[in-house]
């Protein structure tokens, strides 16, 4: 009998929460049992990756009983290529907020640690769930916890933030769970393979597919349902703003990987010029909006909604492909990259937060304005933000370049123009990130509050070196990612070309 | 000349838990005579101890196999026995929470409990009803139990008025029932249920007297289950009554309600449905519509609480108009779940208040994490389960009506109401907003008894392990509505 590494990769942190709340608010033991947890679930995924078997795009480490026998639900977990590196993506990404938060919280810090070791649990869930009504419980239960972290520790708007995040969200996911409602009574169970391979008009294709769309478009988001977004990243703990970039979001590019393109593949194609128009719009509009804001979270928000537009733009490029060209070359680049992007994306967008949440900790200001010089006292941390800043901005050698590269190479196949909007990104990425790197880090020291800061700590220091040695592997090395998904890639592209009616 | 038909005497077994309450409340009334303030504990331990008297006989040794005994009036079937074990189950859980609150107001009196007692007789006999007189009497004694609990605060004139409305609109609704019921029996020549549902069958489907009395019957029930435009009274019998009373209204009585909703409507007007599906689905949009929205606009929690009652209400009626097992299966969860969630939401502010001091408006509960973490997290669980997040079970009672909704071709209707249910999240995340995010205007420590708290924190971990593991409680509807 093998070990149900899902299951505790799952449950062990959903415990371990439960059990942080019931020792109550004693600082030491509970980052010290928090921290724990999480790497214990860390150490735990790695067999996920280890072990598993990239010559396939099977289902692995699957794990299936009933558990609402009237429903014919199951509790049935697996993993391919696809969600593999998200969970790991997740679980690594936990160990560094938990750290990151070490003596910054001192509020409730209990429940704070708690709220993120619940969250991790029920992220990895959406990622491991073959089983759709399991799949919907995590996805809608993720956002409890949530709505939590950003409402208690979260800055002065923090009220309207969470509220405005929750119901948009909740919004999103109740259309997509009338459709999956509507085809368990088609296909008589809630297994995820079985929608995919169950035959579906037109006609319900068509509400299914936007049904869905709602749900991922909001999650991932894409213009113009992602006012949310900006709001919520400013008003949120550090913790909460890095939790949110790298891994929520991710679960709408999965959500459109699992659902939308298997299930619905002739709808997808009939309307993939909306996703892509929506996805160009982000990439060109939303480059332009971060260009001028004022406040360094709500600029970094802005280039993660540019940045995942890129995935959606990756993910849906293969229908354009094949119309223009009549064959599938290139497709499978623009995937990948749409996937190499979501886990650089999750790595960058997380740094990027961090390093905002190290400056204000000790200035307790977002403000660009309020900054100036910051390298001259903190040299360190100038050396580890600019990396990050070049990697959002797509350098050679970071993460950030691979997933942009391969969407932009696809994308010429598709139509040049699109390479073209898509290839604004370069320039625009590249102004307002290392614009604002500028105007922070460089030139003289502003005033005294900028003379007076201190550079990173070992603990900051720690976090920071870790996701700078991960930004830089997969962007020199990216080969073991792409050999993970591949099988998996190929197969998915299968299935969203093979026509259901 | 024909012989006199012999008096057989009537097997009384299946009566056995309404003869065993309605002695044991005749009991109590006499013993409670002679107790005096001090020695009052004595009556709610009868009370309790009648309700597990009733429980046992019920599970044990009525028979449930739809059998029918007093010439055809009474039926004792699974359907029975599984909404009877609840209601027990319901009222000794409001008895328990209520009993520290009435005892810091000087209302701990033998009067709460008993009337308590007969109003559950009165729910025990429309549940098991089978002809159209036994659920008009039990229909009456319930209400009439019911006016006089709210009522029940006498120097309170807030109560006296909210009982004053409640009574005049409740006998029009009954007055509206016995009419349609008057009618039907022109029509059938029958009160029997399944006689009725016989006889409805032969009819020609669109009989205009038929549905002549087939609508005073429905407004009847509407107004009984507080479906809007027929809603006018919860909202002001829930805000005015004694906590204690709403709690039972709230929770315990929807059990009887939507006994009367199975047994007139689905057992006896079932071949009907394509007529009063219609009407009910009006009834049901404008229900969740019209809840869902105007709670947004409370400062009340017990008015906020109504309000939400009536758009949960609109849901049990979208599982029921479909017509189908499915869907009727659906309401009966729904309507179970909903209790459970209820018995919870108001026994929170229940726990809440002490002497002098109604934790009734939403502002009462700011900063409960801060005061008590554990109890602010049981009312976290039932809001969300109110709201129809997963994994509480109010999510999987959502599930399964609107699976019947879908499955009965109505999908648009499924759409309608999770969208005015995002719009509902939003007053059931204010109160979450208050408990987590504002500090306490006062952080006494929470004085509430040791048993009303440990009942409370099992009924909240109720709704998180049905949550988690729902597969019984629906095993249970499905086993008994099995047709």
């Not at chain 1, 659902?259 to 002739?266: A, I, K, R």
């Not at chain 1, 996937?339 to 977002?366: E, N, P, T």
């Not at chain 2, 079937?77 to 810091?104: M, N, Q, T, W």
Request: aromatic share 14%; hydrophobic share 55%.
């Amino acid at each position: 009998m093998d070990m149900p590494i899902l299951s505790i990769v799952i449950w062990l942190p959903i415990a371990g929460g439960l059990l942080l709340l019931a020792v109550g608010e004693r600082a030491a033991m509970g980052r010290w049992l928090a921290l724990g947890v999480s790497i214990a679930a860390l150490l735990a995924s790695i067999p996920l990756y280890a072990g598993f078997d990239s010559s396939t795009a099977a289902m692995q480490f699957v794990e299936r009983t009933p558990w609402i026998a009237t429903y014919n639900v199951d509790y049935y977990l697996g993993v391919d290529g696809i969600s593999m590196p998200l969970i790991l993506l997740t679980t690594f990404i936990t160990v560094l907020v938990v750290i990151s938060a070490w003596t910054v919280i001192q509020h409730r810090s209990s429940q704070y640690f708690a709220s993120f070791l619940i969250l991790e649990g029920l992220m990895n869930g959406v990622f491991a769930s073959l089983d759709a009504m399991l799949f919907y419980v995590f996805w809608e239960a993720m956002l409890i916890p949530m709505f939590i972290i950003i409402g208690v520790w979260g800055g002065p708007r923090r009220v309207y933030a969470t509220l405005k995040f929750f119901l948009y969200t909740f919004l999103g996911s109740v259309l997509m769970l009338v459709a999956l409602v509507y085809m368990y009574l088609q296909a008589g169970s809630y297994e995820i393979a079985a929608f995919q391979d169950m035959g579906l008009g037109m006609r319900e294709q068509t509400l299914i597919f936007f049904a869905f769309l709602v749900a991922f478009a909001v999650k991932v988001p894409m213009w113009p349902v992602h006012t949310w977004l900006p709001d919520a990243h400013v008003e949120a703990p550090t913790g909460g703003s890095v939790i949110l970039a790298a891994i929520m979001l991710k679960m709408g590019g999965y959500g459109f990987l699992r659902f939308s393109l298997p299930v619905t593949p002739d709808a997808s194609m009939s309307y993939d010029w909306l996703i892509i128009g929506l996805s160009l719009i982000a990439v060109v509009y939303i480059g332009f909006v971060a260009l001028v804001q004022t406040d360094m979270k709500k600029l970094i928000a802005y280039s993660s909604i540019a940045h995942m537009g890129f995935v959606t733009l990756g993910l849906f490029l293969a229908y354009a492909i094949q119309v223009r060209t009549g064959a599938l070359g290139g497709a499978v680049m623009g995937l990948e990259g749409g996937m190499v992007q979501m886990i650089s994306h999750g790595l960058v967008s997380g740094a990027m937060f961090l390093c905002v949440g190290v400056l204000y900790d000790r200035m307790h200001s977002r403000e660009i304005a309020d900054y100036g010089g910051v390298a001259n006292t903190m040299p360190w941390f100038a050396a580890f933000m600019v990396l990050f800043a070049l990697a959002n901005a797509g350098l050679p050698g970071t993460s950030g370049f691979v997933g942009e590269f391969l969407v932009i190479l696809a994308s010429f196949n598709a139509s040049p123009w699109y390479a073209f909007l898509a290839g604004t990104t370069l320039v625009l990425g590249a102004a307002y990130t290392l614009w604002m790197v500028k105007r922070v880090l460089y030139g003289e020291v502003a005033n005294d509050n900028v003379a007076a800061l201190t550079d990173l700590n070992g603990r900051e220091f720690l976090v920071l070196g870790i996701l700078a040695l991960a930004v830089l592997l997969l962007g020199l090395w990216p080969a073991p990612l792409l050999e993970v998904m591949g099988p998996t890639i190929q197969h998915l592209l299968e299935q969203m070309v093979q026509s259901k009616l | 000349m024909n012989p006199v038909p012999a008096f057989t005497m009537p097997d009384f077994w299946p009566a056995a838990a309404e003869i065993a309450v309605l002695c044991m409340a005749c009991l109590v009334l006499i013993v409670d005579l002679f107790l005096d303030d001090r020695r009052r504990w004595v009556t709610y331990a009868l009370c309790q101890f009648t309700l597990l008297l009733a429980a046992w006989l019920t599970a044990f040794v009525v028979p449930a196999d739809g059998q029918l005994t007093f010439s055809g009036t009474f039926v004792s079937d699974p359907l029975a026995r599984v909404l009877k074990l609840f209601s027990y189950a319901a009222v000794a859980a409001v008895f328990l929470y209520s009993k520290g609150y009435l005892r810091e107001r000087n209302l701990f009196k033998g009067e709460y409990y008993l009337l308590g007692l007969f109003a559950t007789l009165g729910m025990m006999v429309i549940i098991s009803a089978h002809s159209m007189l036994t659920l008009y009497l039990g229909l009456e004694l319930l209400s009439l139990c019911l006016y006089a609990m709210v009522a029940f605060s006498r120097d309170d004139p807030v109560a006296a008025e909210a009982a004053m409305k409640y009574f005049v609109l409740g006998a029009i609704a009954s007055g509206c029932f016995l009419f349609g019921v008057s009618v039907i029996y022109g029509l059938t020549g029958s009160l029997d249920i399944a006689e009725i549902g016989r006889a409805a069958r032969t009819l020609d489907g669109l009989n205009i007297h038929l549905l002549f009395g087939l609508s005073f019957v429905l407004v009847g029930v509407a107004f009984k289950l507080g479906a809007v435009p027929f809603h006018m009274w919860i909202p002001d019998v829930y805000q005015g009554a004694p906590t204690p009373v709403t709690l039972f209204i709230g929770s315990a009585a929807k059990l009887g309600s939507f006994a009367l909703l199975m047994r007139v409507l689905v057992e006896g007007l079932g071949p009907l449905q394509s007529s009063w599906g219609g009407m009910m689905l009006v009834l049901c949009i404008l229900s969740i519509g019209l809840g869902n929205i105007v709670a947004i606009a409370q400062t009340n929690l017990k008015r906020m609480l109504a309000y939400s009652t009536i758009s949960h209400v609109g849901f049990i009626l979208m599982g029921v108009l479909t017509g189908t097992t499915l869907g009727y299966r659906a309401a009966m969860y729904y309507t179970l779940a909903y209790v459970i969630m209820a018995l919870a939401g108001f026994g929170m502010i229940l726990l809440l208040s002490r002497r002098g001091f109604e934790a009734d408006q939403l502002d009462d509960f700011r900063g409960l994490n801060a005061r008590s973490p554990w109890f602010a997290g049981v009312m976290l669980v039932v809001m969300f389960s109110m709201a129809g997040v997963p994994p509480f079970l109010g999510f999987w009672a959502k599930l399964a009506v609107l699976g019947a909704a879908v499955d009965a071709g109505l999908t648009w209707l499924a759409v309608l109401g999770v969208l005015f249910s995002v719009i509902g999240a939003f007053y059931y995340l204010r109160v979450v907003k208050l408990m987590y995010f504002d500090e306490p205007a006062d952080s006494g420590a929470l004085t509430a008894a040791p048993d009303l708290r440990f009942a409370l924190s099992f009924n909240g971990v109720l709704i998180l392990l049905l949550g988690i593991w729902p597969q019984g409680l629906i095993a249970v509807c499905n086993q008994v509505l099995n047709f």
